[in-house]
C-alpha cells in the first residue's frame, strides 16, 4: 500500500489496540494497525514517524552488500580474508591459487562456490571438531554440513552436530568458537551460567567471534 507522498508500506490490521512500525533486514515497513482504525489515521502515524522510517531504512540498506555479479575482479571472503575473482573455462568449479580465486565459466557460478566452500569447510572442520571433542571429552554422534540462514551450527538432543559451511568465510578462530559452542551443548543443552563457563574454557574468543559474526553475516550469507 502507498498512501500519498508517504513511503511504501504493508497494512497488517489485527485484533490489537496500538499501532506499531515494523522495518525488516531488506527495509520493508509494516505497520500493524487495530481491525477498524481508518486509513487516515494510520498514515497520519506513519507521516509522524516518516524521519525515523526513512533513517532506519537508510542504514539498513547501506549495511546490505552489493549483489554478487560472480565477474572478474569481484572479492570473496575465504578464511576472514578477501580474494580477488578471475574466470576461466576449466574443470575444475572453483579453485583458489596464488592468493586468487578461479570462476570456471562452464558451470552455475553461485553452485560452484557453495560445492568449494562445503568441500573446504569439511576438510579443516572435521579435524577441529575431533580435537576439541577429544580434549573436553564432549563425544558427538554425527555432523552435517549445510548452509542455514538462521544458524551458525546446533547440537540436537542425540548430540548431532550441524555446522554451516558458510563459515570458511570465516577467519579459523570464528569457526573454532562456533565448534566449540556446539559441543559444549553435548554437556549443557541451554545457553546457562554452566555452558559460558564450559565454553570460556574451551576457548577464550567467543565473545569477539560472536561480535566478528553479527557484522559479518551478511557477507557470508550473501553468497
Not at 489496540?17 to 481508518?38: C, E, F, N, W, Y
Not at 579453485?95 to 566452500?117: E, P, Q, V
Not at 580434549?135 to 548430540?159: D, E, P
Request: positive net charge.
Amino acid at each position: 500500500m502507498l498512501g500519498l507522498g508517504l513511503v511504501e508500506y504493508k497494512l497488517i490490521r489485527s485484533k490489537r489496540k496500538t499501532l506499531s512500525l515494523q522495518i525488516d533486514k531488506d527495509g520493508a515497513l509494516s505497520v500493524r494497525a487495530p481491525m477498524h482504525l481508518s486509513v487516515k489515521k494510520i498514515e497520519s502515524f506513519i507521516c509522524e514517524k516518516q524521519l525515523w522510517i526513512e533513517t532506519k531504512q537508510t542504514q539498513i540498506r547501506a549495511t546490505k552488500p552489493d549483489k554478487i555479479n560472480y565477474q572478474a575482479g569481484e572479492y570473496f571472503l575465504f578464511l576472514g580474508c578477501l580474494y580477488p575473482l578471475k574466470l576461466d573455462n576449466t574443470e575444475v568449479p572453483v579453485r583458489l591459487n596464488n592468493k586468487k580465486f578461479y570462476l570456471s565459466t562452464i558451470y552455475d557460478a553461485a553452485a560452484a562456490f557453495h560445492w568449494f566452500y562445503k568441500k573446504e569447510f569439511i576438510k579443516i572442520a572435521l579435524p577441529r571438531l575431533e580435537y576439541y571433542s577429544q580434549k573436553h571429552n564432549l563425544i558427538f554422534n554425527q555432523v552435517r554440513f549445510k548452509a542455514q540462514k538462521t544458524r551458525w551450527g546446533s547440537c540436537s538432543s542425540q548430540n548431532n552436530i550441524n555446522l554451516n559451511y558458510l563459515l570458511m568465510m570465516a577467519p579459523m578462530w570464528v569457526i573454532d568458537a562456533v565448534i566449540a559452542h556446539e559441543l559444549a551443548h553435548i554437556a549443557h543443552k541451554n545457553h546457562s551460567k554452566d555452558f559460558y563457563q564450559l565454553l570460556d574454557s574451551m576457548i577464550s574468543t567467543r565473545k569477539q567471534a560472536d561480535i566478528w559474526l553479527q557484522d559479518n553475516t551478511q557477507k557470508l550469507h550473501n553468497l
